[in-house]
């Protein structure tokens, strides 16, 4: 069985502030990701999510846990921006809807 874990795009906004690295105003740009588990190639369960500010002035990029305080709190303003597509749970549903079909075979047989 071909199993692991992969991330995608889940949202991109703006942010408003300066940026630390070259004093730039408005220049912030956010990236979510979502990371789900995949059991061949299809996204069974999200497992969280990775935020990034790039610079797109001078291209400096922060992982979330480094945000400066002003950053943080643009993204924590924004971050509802940023949904979970109902696809990253699709395994789970075929798997649910497995269930179901061999629940219901197995009552009318």
Not at 92 to 109: E, N, P, Q
Request: net charge positive.
């Amino acid at each position: 069985i071909i199993f692991g874990q992969r991330a995608s795009k889940i949202g991109t906004f703006e942010g408003k502030g300066s940026c630390d690295y070259c004093n730039n105003k408005g220049t912030q740009q956010f990236s979510v990701y979502g990371k789900y588990a995949h059991i061949f190639w299809i996204p069974t369960f999200p497992m969280g999510s990775k935020a990034f500010s790039e610079c797109t002035h001078c291209k400096k990029t922060l992982e979330k846990k480094n945000f400066p305080q002003e950053v943080l709190n643009q993204y924590n303003q924004n971050k509802n921006k940023a949904k979970r597509p109902i696809w990253h749970w699709s395994g789970l549903l075929l798997f649910g809807l497995l269930v179901l079909y061999i629940a219901f075979a197995g009552k009318t047989a």
